[in-house]
């Protein structure tokens, strides 16, 4: 196991356990709280409380509840570098969530008279362990800093002229973590260093990506770098601005996903109710599907092909096969409306897209998702690297089901077209959203409806 791996998951270990802490510490206090307000016992008699076995039972309950919440969440992805909003907003998620379901489990059934007092006791133990949390939280930043104040973010500078003063006072400080490298990232430096996912570098000087090449773009994506670049003109960066405390305004290269823990775990919640149900529901569909392709073609029912997924990972992709056996023998070649290889049943499939069915197989098994950019094959993504290395942005999330690409643009019958279907691939992700991606299934819907799939 690499030493920086093992740090990491220690940290992670720290904070859990002193979440796990406090969140007890909460409920004891809850307890106690809820003794002397509620059931209007008196102070010695509400020390008797720590002899009910209950209490007990809700620390053990309360303290899995917390810790199942936040990793669902994504709480403990990014222990070094999350962000302060991004971190307060995914507490607050975590503790709202925590609190509603310890309330449907314990409190509803608690035998309170008054309906008044069940918002009082969720009020009260939600603030509870908002607050101890919160303290835990800052016991964890200050445990961090001592022992690791000089070992945070990589920082580079590509050209560091008159800013090593700057840089070295900063140091000093504590605020830049690492030492100052005066060469930009390179990916033979990269393959040779131990590096873990979710790092964070640093830039100083106006970078453009553009400038790097197609493989540089691979390795911060595969290794899910984070590039913050400060500057101070955002003339060729129209990416989303953030705000680092220390060191002001910087521009967040888009090579990292939007998404903060509570939207990832909402959207995968949400592929696996929806494929789940769509599989279900889908059958009769399916079952029709299958009587039409053995009625008018001869071959396997589904067809199954190598696409290219998150992190630039390869899977295999299912779809009902709506053309001729061996249709590609020579070689790869997209589709086209008037295509003689396509069956005369796959041409009524494609119009209603049903031959893409099979792919919720995909989405249950997390390959895939309902909505995310269209995933290509390896044939195609080679050549679309060589003329926009940018291209790499879409690895950073699961390939989709259905994309805005397809709802705004279509099927692609060349490459030119794919490139530009791509467009709507890049706006996706610049606005990537629980709710944009309700949008575009509703989109989906309408065109499967109106039989516009080609």
């Known amino acids: 196991m690499q030493e920086n791996q093992l740090r990491h998951r220690t940290w992670r270990l720290v904070k859990v356990f002193l979440e796990a802490f406090s969140v007890s510490a909460s409920w004891i206090l809850f307890f106690f709280y809820r003794k002397l307000t509620i059931d209007g016992l008196a102070f010695q008699e509400g020390l008797s409380s720590f002899q009910d076995r209950n209490l007990y039972l809700g620390i053990l309950a309360n303290g899995i509840l917390w810790i199942l919440v ?3 969440t994504g709480r403990y992805d990014k222990v070094f570098v999350e962000g302060r909003l991004a971190k307060l907003v995914n507490l607050l998620a975590a503790t709202l969530l925590s609190s509603l379901v310890l309330y449907f489990i314990l409190f509803i059934d608690d035998g309170i008279s008054a ?3 069940y918002y009082h006791i969720l009020l009260a133990y939600a603030c509870l362990q908002l607050t101890l949390v919160s303290l835990s939280n800052g016991v964890f930043r200050m445990l961090l800093t001592i022992q690791y104040s000089q ?11 008159g800013m090593q003063e700057e ?7 504590g605020i830049l973590y690492r030492n100052a490298t005066t060469e930009i990232f390179d990916t033979t430096e990269w393959e040779n260093t131990d590096h873990e996912a979710n790092e964070v570098w640093r830039v100083f000087e106006p970078m453009d990506l553009k400038a790097l090449n197609t493989e540089q773009i691979n390795a911060l994506v595969k290794n899910q770098v984070e590039l913050r670049l400060y500057h101070r003109s955002s003339e060729n960066y ?11 305004r910087y521009y967040c290269a888009p090579l990292t996903p939007h998404l903060s823990g509570w939207q990832k775990a909402s959207k995968r919640a949400m592929d696996i109710s929806l494929s789940l149900l769509g599989l279900l529901l889908g059958i009769p569909l399916f079952i029709l599907c299958i009587l039409g392709i053995k009625s008018t073609s001869k071959g396997p029912i589904l067809y199954t092909q190598e696409r290219i997924g998150l992190h630039k990972k390869p899977f295999r992709i299912y779809k009902f096969r709506s053309m001729i056996v061996n249709a590609e023998k020579d070689g790869p070649q997209l589709s086209s409306e008037k295509d003689h290889r396509i ?3 796959g041409h009524s499939m494609r119009k209603w897209r049903l031959d893409e069915l099979p792919q919720l197989w995909n989405v249950l098994k997390g390959d895939m998702s309902l909505v995310g950019p269209r995933p ?6 080679q050549q679309i690297q060589e003329k926009e290395a940018l291209h790499a942005r879409i690895y950073i999330t699961k390939p989709g089901l259905t994309s805005l690409g397809m709802v705004k643009f279509g099927y692609a019958r060349n490459l030119e077209e794919i490139m530009e279907r791509m467009r709507y691939d890049m706006i996706y992700l610049d606005n990537q959203s629980i709710f944009f991606d309700l949008q575009i299934l509703l989109f989906t819907i309408r065109t499967v409806i109106l039989g516009k799939g080609i």
């Open 343 to 345: 069956t005369s049943w």
């Open 376 to 381: 290509e094959r390896a044939f195609y993504v």
């Open 238 to 248: 129209p990416f989303r601005q953030s705000m680092d405390y220390a060191l002001g």
């Open 167 to 173: 840089i070295n006072s900063r140091k000093e400080r």
């Open 70 to 72: 936040s990793f669902i």
């Open 115 to 117: 309906p008044r007092d």
């Open 151 to 161: 070992d945070k973010y990589h920082t580079i500078v590509c050209d560091i002229g």
